[in-house]
């Protein structure tokens, strides 16, 4: 702003001497002002300063040049008692030479990651957006940590602020890796910086890592909580990507909570985002309720038609819940932005506390050396008693001072260094009561405190790695327990949009026409098919064997004679496709059973061989690969005795879409009816369980749960001691620590040890369970303080005891689990493991008996009795 006003000063001033208006862009010499130069010379100038001193944090310190100067001013002014926000603000003012908005914007950001600044009053909030108070409402001081890790004149190196009035650090000697703890978003001029933030005792651990030679890995920790999917972190470079998702859990079947959110986002934002998908048909809730407070609580409450699961991945799909956030790691290095990963920064920083703890060793060693010598030197003086030298009144004080340094000549080997005229004016200068008060013992204690110090200091120089690592230690020991992990590392799983969104319209086919669309709803010849979403694809077969798959539209003209229209899902292998068809116009009869899975959309595909006038005489879709029977009926021709015969689907082998199939007759066909509907042909379905993703799938990832057929469901037990029953859809959820997943057999006994907080007791129970719903029910009884300690499914399970307090020296006591207690309900509260003061409680190897309804020499009538016991 400054150089515009000088420049259009000195324009005036061309014009006032007789020039052109403009006479400076076309003049030459020194006083030319070319347009190119300018832009080159100024623009460069400019982008330089907005990169260097404004917006990308330096690599030593971790901090913007506004930040560092507001630490400086809190420090310069730091009393211990908390200071207004507004005159925080003023003080900066000296040094930083933007205005008081940039100021207090930086000085809040600060205040909000609860590091560096003790904050008091209304700061804002930034989980729901909400702005602090005004400068002069609130108030702040520095934190006890940033007084240890942040500060050290000794070692600071320092410059002129930009008015020359004062004087500023280059950079804060900071002895943390404080960039990656508060992380850092700033955009200049060509390029920008964006480094996420990380747990507080993790960059600890990195950083002793890195000390002792060994690798570690650095992933993001954010201030709202939260999941985060790192896989593609890519160290904080350019490229990489972090997926974030908020925290949701299910309440109950028309109720799910919202308790984290994602990084960037605002309960406000999140809010507005479900309203507006909802507005869309892409996700469908009755209400939401915003609760929030000191913690994120959006409760969204969902239709009774509604799956919360499907719910769940609809508002990752459609909404802010979930966000992807690309890390850009830039930083000022020897005056250069650098782009560089958070390893490498972490790598730098612990370099760099090593290099400031030395300096700091070096400096300390130093001011023991000079405390050494003079303490010395004073003892000699006093002890040898040189002071009387300055009795003698016929000597001059130059005179004496010379005297007293020849006495003190002799000893001077005994000391560190020379003696210099500035030691000798600090010893005359002691007062004449110190010399009747000055004790020998007194001094040779002081002295080898010194030394002592003194060799301590120099073991830690020479021992500066061992000397770091205890000094990153302690600081963890002291502030690491205030900064517990927020967020949730885990690997997410791909949603497909089509399979979580709710269905938002219907689909109508015109069989006659060949239009298929949303849009048919008047059109009289129009049939209802189903209903659909606005992002579905549909597949579409004609009666000459033609078909597509294409993107739902309004109204689409696909063909005439529509035999069938549905929602497609690609990759799906269990609906089967059952068709007979003419190859050619007077061709042979074939059948085929096939599916569609991937294909082109738009692209026409062929059920038949492709000649032209082939036609198809029968065809179904069944979801579940049902196989029917069909009863063909010939043309009647000379010879041919047997018009009439059945043929079943079921004999056939499912193959892919381009197959031709088997010939089911040589002769015409007059007609094909349906005689019966078949059943399935696939069996159950294989259902595997990714731990990883805690999600169900079909693609033989991770553990493999069994085979299920209609009906069945799977048994879910948490670390909780709670424990839920789910079908076996993909979309489930599985949130939470699971301690056993696997198909649910209602049949099944299991034992459990858990502690009952009320009676304060070990318990042991057996039971089986009831197939419930998606509410998980509680193993341990509802008082808070009860918990699980351990599962087993052992036929003969054993538990063993080991006690405490005065029954200490008793040995450990085993129960056979199986004599001890019957099988029950799991609402039971079970038996009580012991009357003693119990310890610990595990269960060992099972005991290998006969089961009851295995055991010799019972009737059959005894055998029953006793399995049912």
């Not at 009393?79 to 205005?99: C, E, F, L, S, W």
């Not at 048909?281 to 969902?302: F, M, P, Y």
């Not at 300690?789 to 052992?794: A, H, I, N, R, Y």
């Amino acid at each position: 702003m400054s150089e515009d006003i000088e420049l259009e000063e000195e324009l005036k001033a061309g014009e006032s001497a007789g020039g052109s208006r403009y006479a400076k862009l076309i003049n030459e010499g020194e006083k030319k002002y070319k347009l190119p130069g300018m832009y080159k010379d100024w623009f460069l100038d400019y982008a330089s300063y907005v990169i260097l001193e404004r917006a990308v944090p330096h690599i030593d310190d971790g901090l913007k040049p506004v930040q560092r100067r507001i630490l400086h001013a809190m420090k310069h002014i730091d009393d211990g008692r908390y200071n207004k926000v507004a005159n925080i603000i003023g003080h900066t003012m000296q040094y930083h030479p933007h205005g008081d908005a940039s100021i207090g914007d930086a000085l809040v950001q600060l205040g909000q990651k609860d590091l560096l600044i003790d904050t008091q009053g209304n700061w804002g909030n930034i989980l729901t957006g909400d702005s602090a108070a005004a400068p002069r409402y609130i108030e702040a001081r520095l934190t006890a940590f940033a007084g240890e890790v942040v500060f050290n004149p000794k070692t600071t190196e320092w410059m002129d602020s930009y008015d020359g009035r004062n004087r500023e650090p280059v950079t804060l000697p900071v002895k943390f890796p404080l960039l990656l703890a508060q992380g850092v978003e700033g955009i200049a001029v060509g390029l920008a910086s964006k480094i996420l933030p990380h747990n507080f005792p993790e960059l600890i651990d990195a950083a002793i890592a890195h000390l002792k030679g060994k690798d570690f890995e650095l992933l993001p920790d954010f201030p709202t909580g939260g999941l985060a999917d790192c896989t593609r972190y890519n160290d904080g470079l350019r490229g990489g990507v972090v997926k974030v998702r908020a925290r949701i859990n299910k309440i109950d079947k028309k109720t799910v909570v919202i308790t984290d959110i994602p990084y960037g986002k605002t309960t406000t934002s999140v809010i507005e985002s479900i309203l507006k998908a909802n507005d869309k048909g892409k996700i469908k809730i009755r209400k939401v309720d915003d609760n929030t407070s000191q913690n994120v609580e959006i409760v969204v409450h969902l239709h009774n038609d509604v799956s919360p699961d499907k719910t769940i991945d609809a508002l990752y799909a459609f909404t802010d819940c979930e966000v992807s956030i690309s890390p850009n790691a830039c930083v000022i290095q020897d005056d250069k932005p650098h782009f560089i990963g958070v390893k490498a920064i972490l790598r730098h920083n612990a370099e760099h506390t090593k290099n400031l703890l030395q300096q700091e060793l070096q400096i300390r060693l130093g001011e023991l050396h000079e405390n050494w010598h003079k303490s010395s030197l004073e003892k000699i003086f006093f002890e040898e008693r040189i002071y009387r030298e300055l009795e003698s009144n016929a000597k001059s004080w130059e005179a004496q001072l010379a005297a007293v340094e020849a006495a003190l000549k002799p000893f001077e080997k005994k000391l560190r260094r020379t003696i210099t005229p500035d030691d000798i004016d600090e010893l005359v200068a002691k007062p004449v009561r110190k010399i009747s008060k000055f004790d020998i013992k007194q001094a040779d204690e002081r002295i080898r405190s010194i030394t002592k110090e003194m060799e301590e200091t120099e073991n830690h120089l020479a021992n500066i790695i061992p000397y770091t690592i205890a000094w990153f230690q302690q600081i963890k020991k002291k502030y690491g327990k205030n900064f517990v992990r927020k967020t949730e590392l885990r690997n997410f799983e791909t949603i497909e949009a089509t399979q979580v969104i709710v269905a938002n319209a219907k689909l109508y086919v015109n069989r006659a026409e060949g239009f298929v669309g949303m849009d048919l709803k008047r059109d009289d010849n129009a049939e209802y098919l189903c209903e659909c979403s606005d992002i579905d694809e549909i597949i579409v077969f004609l009666r000459n064997g033609k078909y597509i798959i294409s993107k739902v539209q309004e109204k689409a003209f696909f063909g005439k004679d529509v035999i069938h229209a549905a929602v497609f899902k690609r990759n799906d292998e269990r609906t089967i496709y059952n068709v007979a068809y003419r190859d050619g116009k007077n061709g042979q009869i074939f059948v085929k059973r096939f599916f569609v899975s991937g294909v082109t959309r738009d692209k026409e595909y062929d059920v038949t061989q492709g000649k032209e006038g082939s036609d198809t005489l029968w065809f179904s879709a069944n979801p579940n690969g049902e196989a029917e029977i069909l009863k063909v009926y010939l043309k009647p021709r000379p010879k041919l005795k047997k018009l009439i015969f059945e043929f079943d689907f079921g004999q056939l082998a499912i193959k892919g879409r381009a197959s031709i199939g088997n010939l089911l007759a040589r002769y015409p066909v007059h007609k094909i009816v349906l005689k019966e509907k078949g059943e399935s042909t696939l069996g159950g379905q294989q259902i595997w369980f990714d731990a990883d993703i805690q999600r169900l799938n079909t693609d033989r990832r991770g553990i493999l749960l069994g085979e299920f057929h209609n009906g069945e469901r799977i048994l879910a037990i948490t670390r909780k001691g709670t424990y839920y029953t789910t079908n076996y859809e993909l979309s489930n959820r599985y949130d939470g620590e699971l301690l056993r997943i696997e198909k649910f057999d209602h049949k099944k006994i299991f034992s459990i040890t858990y502690y009952e907080a009320e009676q304060k007791a070990f318990y042991i129970k057996r039971f089986t369970l009831e197939p419930g719903d998606v509410v998980p029910q509680s193993l341990v009884g509802e008082h808070p303080g009860s918990y699980l300690v351990e599962l087993s499914d052992d036929r003969f399970p054993q538990a063993q005891l080991a006690f405490k307090g005065k029954q200490a020296h008793r040995p450990p006591e085993t129960i056979d689990v199986d004599e001890f207690i019957g099988v029950k309900s799991f609402r039971a509260k079970g038996k009580r493991a012991s009357s003693y003061d119990v310890n610990t409680i595990q269960f060992i190897a099972p005991l290998q008996k006969a089961a009851p309804e295995q055991a010799a020499g019972g009737d059959d009538e005894q055998v029953v009795q006793m399995s049912l016991l």
